[in-house]
């Protein structure tokens, strides 16, 4: 009879968990059908080749452009900014408190650390409106009320807790004999940190690197407030851009009538920023695989 039960209760917990994965994948086919159902729309008016082509993104003007290039160069501009402030100092930061630190200061720092990441993304963006942009000013003598170098900034620092937690917890998971035979072939705590223990570490540190430039990918608040809103085709991180996240807010909360073409522009352009989380999900699994493949 308790055997019957406990067969039961296996099977119950089974099907809960079979659910919760269901939901997730059901969630993420209707986003694509959505997605993809108003994209087809839009592009049986706009062509293909001038959306992927065309340097000007106009929709919403009388001479309308409809180049998706002005609005994904500020999109990888500003990630770009915000990889180089997170990534080195994420890392560096991880191998400080797995190599360097005491338990008792890691134990101190690492829930600060994660603070930051549960700091709206609207502080954030007003702290680099009102604070950022000032002091960059004064270092940069011209740089632009809004502009790419400033939420770039604040970008990386919002997302370098993800870089230093999933970085230092694959730190910590290495096995301590790797540690112990690097220093007992003469290396010191430096060479054992960055030539032993971040190799081996190097998948888990991958995945937070993926995962913190998926976030800087699809951040919306900071980019919409101190980015500006004006579609260049740039890389000049003094000057002000708008990224696909911004336009979507500009468009879904203004005055385009639903189910129009301007409409749906904002369905297209989530479309390549979809296309653009998904290709990088799918290369980060590779280079997983092949790092694991390398270290068996």
């Known amino acids: 009879m308790r055997n019957r039960y406990l067969h039961r209760k296996e099977k119950a917990i089974e099907w809960l968990l079979s659910g919760s994965s269901l939901v997730s994948v059901l969630t993420t086919l209707g986003i694509i059908i959505v997605l993809a159902i108003d994209s087809f729309k839009f592009f049986t008016e706009v062509s293909i080749i001038d959306f992927f082509t065309d340097k000007e993104w106009t929709p919403l003007f009388e001479n309308k452009h409809f180049g998706i290039l002005p609005l994904l160069s500020g999109t990888l501009l500003i990630t770009f900014i915000a990889c180089m402030v997170a990534i080195p100092l994420g890392i560096t930061i991880a191998v400080y408190l797995s190599e360097y630190a005491s338990k008792k200061f890691t134990a101190i720092v690492k829930p600060i650390l994660e603070v930051l990441a549960s700091i709206p993304t609207v502080i954030y963006g007003f702290f680099a409106l009102q604070y950022v942009t ?86 919306t608040m900071i980019v919409a407030i101190a980015a500006g809103q004006e579609p260049k085709l740039t890389f000049n991180p003094l000057e002000s851009v708008e990224t696909i996240t911004t336009y979507i807010i500009q468009v879904s909360m203004g005055d385009v009538p639903q189910d129009s073409l301007e409409y749906r522009t904002i369905f297209a352009a989530g479309l390549v920023l979809f296309l653009f989380t998904f290709i990088l999900n799918n290369i980060s699994y590779w280079v997983i695989r092949k790092y694991r493949q390398q270290y068996e």
């Open 134 to 219: 000032p002091l960059l000013q004064k270092l940069i003598p011209g740089l632009a009320g809004f502009n790419a170098l400033s939420p770039g900034i604040v970008m990386g620092i919002m997302i370098m807790p993800y870089i230093t937690s999933l970085s230092e917890d694959a730190l910590r998971a290495v096995p301590n004999s790797l540690r112990e035979a690097s220093y007992g072939m003469g290396a010191n705590r430096f060479q054992t940190a960055f030539k032993v223990m971040v190799p081996a570490a190097s998948s888990g540190i991958i995945v937070s690197v993926i995962l913190a430039i998926s976030r800087a990918l699809g951040e």
